[in-house]
Structures are given as C-alpha cells and as structure tokens.
C-alpha cells in the first residue's frame, strides 16, 4: 500500500507552523524542517495580530492561548515634528467593527503557542538546513546539511525573505523551462528603508492601552506598551538609496546603536522623549527591509508562502498575518483537492500543478491589496513627500472612523474561504466576522 500525501514545509515560522496545523485539522500528513536549532529563539521582535489572522487562530483552536498573552490597545497617539499630537481610537474601532482586539506580542511568544500546541512535536525537526530540493517522478526529495534526505508529494516553503527553497524553486523551472521566471521576478525585491527594533523596561507615561506612533521626515517611530511586561519599538529610516535585493547594506549592532543615539530627542508622547525609552533599552538590532510581492509562487510540487513571497515593512503590522492566510488557504486547497479522490489516493502531477496555480492565483490578488496599502503606509508615515505629509497632518487627525472602516472594507474582500469550514466547531463573534461565516 502506497504511504498516505505527505508535504514538506521547510522553515518552522509563523507560516509554516500555521500550515502545519491547517494540515493535521485536515488529515493531511506533514512534517516540518526548521534550520536554527531552536523552534522557538528570542529575536526581540514582536508581532501583531489582526482580525485577519485571529479567526483563523481561533477555528485552529489557538487563539485562546494568544488572547492571555497580549494587552488589548483601544488607542493610537501620534505625535508630529511641529509638536501636534491626537489620540485615534482606531484600535478600539478595530475591536468593535471585528470582535478580535489590535493584539501584540513576542514572536517568540507566538511561536511557541505553535510549537507547543502542535499535536504531533515529533514531526517538527529543528536544526534541519536545507540545501537542496529535488523534483522526481510523482514525488520531491529534500535533502539537508547533515545528510539526510526527506521524501514527500509536496514541498512548502516558509523558510521567510531569504528562502531557500525560492531558489530551488527558481532552479527546477529554469532547468525544465529556460526563461520561466524572469529576470524581473528573480530581482524584484527591493530596499528603501531600514528597521532599528529593539525592547526596552515599561516608561511611566505611556498607557500599555495605547499604541504609539511618531511621524517625521524619513523616519517613523512605532512603540507598543505591554508587549511581554515591555515597551517594543520599531523606527522605520529611509535610506540613502534604493538598493536592489542582495546589495542592502547590512547593519551591525554599532549601527542600529548610532541611529538610537541619533533620534534621542525626538518626542513620543507629551514629555516623554525616545531617550526614555533607548536608555531603558534591553534588546537591540537593525535590519533592511525588503519589499516585494512575487507573481510565481509554485513550480511543479513545489509552493512559497508567507514571507518568502510577500515582504513587506512592520508599518501597517500585516506581515504575519498574511503568512496565517497563506497557510489557510494552501490547507484549503489541497483538503478540496484530496477530498475529491478516492481515499488513500494521491495527486498526479498535473492535479498538483492545477491546484497550486489557483492557490497563487488567489493569493497574489488578495496579498496584492494589502501589500499595496503597506507600501503607502511605510511613506505616509515616514512623510516621504508633500501629499504624504499634507494627508497625515491634515486629514488624518479629522478622518474620525474612516480608517478603521477601509480596512473593515478590505478584510471582508479577502477571496479565501473561510479555514476548515467542513472540520472544525467554531465559536462565532457576534460581529462582522460572523458576516464573513455566512456569506462563505
């Protein structure tokens, strides 16, 4: 007898982990490839966690867990360069139009709701590189760093901006298809800006109810109260250039530090100052921020999801969730496609290649929109030309509900079905989610 479908996912992220419980709600074998040697490490970044993402968390069971960890913020202050400053109740719109609150926490955090929460741990390897993927007849082997080789039906790629198995992707259709994926495509990513990102203990005077903005010519602050008992800050800088994929400066622990130094004065909040927090700093680092949505996301049994096919900047905070979208649908997608087969039977190539292609397909559309609006954001707020700034100090504060009602407009427009309808017991929010339940 024939092993049951099995899928690869290489990278133990927030998109793979996500997968790999939308595939165990399925019935669909898998096992994870994780290349660092904790599933879990602490990185001092944070994540946030919208509505979008949150009721696929919560028919995955999950979202219980995440809910005890974070602070709910019902508000957004910003502060301007000429000392105006307002309070937006955007976060508490947010929870009132969804039933899920603008909730923020660790990625380490997060991650290990995934891990722990997962069923089957013993099917998630951690210090597993994967250096190459190889397509066979009807079947893929993926081999890593320390000599082993994995066979399976299908690869997924969630191993973030820097995939690997984007390349081995990139490879296998160059080698059975020359000119397949254009020059274009291989170089479409991009670098502008950079993220200075650290954590620092709690600052009296700043609400853990709140989020904290700071607009200014080619920088942006972004500070969040109550993120694991701290303060987690992002400044979003723009560089001096726009620089192509691959030859971003890289930034070491001296930089992000000069920068830090630098921005000392800027006001966050009535008096209180970013030195106050950068001397209350705990974890530190800089990195460049890539930006790019690709149009290919699979080649034969080979698929990319989250952050490997969609970078964006921390500004509109949708990074993650998308990656929680992705994965949904991926799940979705092959749970149709299985289920209209005879049990036990598997997908020909053909059948793969088919459902791979409307997964894509789908997904660069709806992925297209929200990646859109965080390339506006990433400029508006770092006020990167005279519209910019004209809108955000003019409009914004008077804009009222407005936003909040945008983004209601935009999640509700998300072509995914709504995850493991035919699986899971869900517990409804009387609110607009319930709408998305329905019409689905």
């Not at 190459?132 to 997924?156: I, K, M, N, P």
């Not at 053909?350 to 297209?368: A, C, H, P, T, Y």
Request: glycine letters at 6%; charged letters at 25%.
């Amino acid at each position: 007898m024939d092993p049951p479908f099995k899928i690869i996912i290489v990278g133990g992220s927030i998109a793979g982990l996500t997968l790999a419980h939308c595939l165990h709600k399925a019935n669909i074998a898998c096992i994870v490839l994780e290349k660092r040697p904790d599933i879990a490490p602490q990185e001092g970044a944070s994540v946030a966690i919208l509505p979008n993402g949150a009721r696929i968390l919560e028919q995955l069971g999950l979202y219980d867990a995440v809910e005890k960890l974070v602070k709910p913020k019902d508000a957004l202050n910003m502060h301007f360069p000429d000392g105006f400053q307002f309070s937006d109740p955007y976060p508490k719109t947010m929870n009132e139009l969804f039933g899920y609150p603008m909730a923020c926490l660790d990625r380490q955090q997060l991650l290990q709701v995934l891990y722990q929460s997962f069923p089957n741990k013993s099917n998630i390897y951690a210090g597993k590189d994967v250096i190459r993927v190889d397509q066979q007849d009807s079947h893929v082997l993926v081999h890593t760093a320390d000599g082993c080789t994995y066979e399976g039906d299908l690869v997924v790629g969630a191993d973030g901006v820097h995939s690997r198995v984007r390349t081995q992707m990139w490879r296998a259709a160059e080698a059975r298809w020359p000119g397949r994926i254009s020059d274009r495509e291989i170089k479409g990513m991009s670098i502008e800006y950079a993220c200075i990102f650290g954590a620092s203990a709690m600052v009296p005077g700043l609400d853990e109810r709140h989020l904290h903005s700071r607009v200014d010519n080619g920088t942006a602050f972004i500070i969040i109260p109550g993120v694991n008992g701290r303060l987690s800050w992002f400044i979003i800088v723009k560089l001096d250039q726009k620089y192509q994929y691959g030859s971003a400066p890289r930034f070491s622990v001296k930089d992000a530090a000069a920068w830090g130094e630098r921005l000392t004065d800027k006001y966050i909040w009535n008096d209180i100052k970013f030195k106050h927090i950068w001397q209350n700093r705990e974890a530190f680092a800089m990195t460049a921020l890539e930006e790019n949505i690709f149009q290919n996301w699979s080649f034969g049994r080979i698929v990319c999801i989250g952050d490997s096919m969609h970078k964006m900047t921390p500004n509109l905070g949708q990074g993650a969730n998308c990656a929680i979208e992705d994965a949904a649908a991926l799940a979705n997608k092959l749970h149709d496609a299985l289920r209209a087969k005879h049990p036990g039977d598997k997908l020909y190539d053909d059948e793969i290649e088919d459902v791979l292609s409307e997964f894509s397909n789908i997904q660069v559309k709806r992925i297209s929109r929200i990646y859109n609006v965080s390339w506006i954001a990433a400029r508006l707020q770092s006020r990167a030309n005279l519209v910019y700034r004209v809108l955000l100090r003019y409009f914004a504060p008077y804009a009222g509900d407005k936003p909040a009602k945008r983004v209601q407009a935009g999640h509700r427009a998300g072509e995914i079905k709504e995850p493991f309808r035919y699986w899971l017991q869900l517990r409804l929010h009387f609110c607009y989610w319930y709408q998305w339940h329905q019409s689905t």
